[in-house]
């Protein structure tokens, strides 16, 4: 009798299908937004490094005297000075606005002055010696910053990302222009 029980049981093939379902639908919801993720995160990282790249070269169109006050290595925190500079990374916008990425604030980016005074050949000498660096000393770069955390697509199901930051720097020699 309980091998009978077995075998009809063992044969029954009423709710495979759902079953089977069960077991993939984890998998293919996955599959349909684990890609989705992907190019948020990677759109938001070059949003970040674009917004960088953009306030370094316009720091580095600022005039000599900007940076005089600065010894290399010191970041720049003079608010008439910085903040324009971090608005333009935020938001494309010297003037400010919505910023490119949620929660991405001023506090995110950071600006330093830092310089390169030793010749590519060892003699000691400025780095460069022609053009606009004639007789600078320590010619000036600006380094532009940001450190921001990841805001994911899904983070209301679920999703932490909170431990993810995405970061940016870039580099522009100052000009002076």
Not at 3 to 20: I, T
Not at 88 to 114: E, P, Y
Request: charge should be negative.
């Amino acid at each position: 009798m309980m091998m009978a029980v077995l075998s009809s049981f063992w044969r029954d093939q009423r709710g495979v299908a759902g079953a089977e379902m069960a077991l993939m639908t984890p998998l293919l919801l996955i599959l349909m937004f684990a890609p989705m993720e992907l190019g948020n995160f990677y759109w938001s990282q070059h949003k970040i490094s674009k917004g960088v790249r953009d306030a370094s070269r316009y720091a580095a169109r600022l005039p000599f005297a900007v940076f005089e006050d600065y010894e290399c290595g010191d970041e720049i925190a003079d608010a008439v000075i910085a903040t324009p500079i971090k608005n333009l990374a935020l938001s494309g916008a010297i003037n400010g606005g919505t910023a490119k990425i949620q929660d991405w604030d001023l506090d995110d980016v950071a600006i330093f002055k830092i310089c390169r005074d030793q010749a590519l050949d060892g003699s000691g000498d400025n780095f460069v010696n022609t053009g606009i660096y004639t007789g600078v000393a320590n010619a000036p770069i600006v380094r532009v910053e940001a450190v921001v955390t990841y805001p994911s697509l899904f983070e209301s199901l679920g999703f932490d990302a909170t431990d993810i930051q995405m970061t940016a720097h870039s580099e522009s020699a100052v000009m002076g222009l």
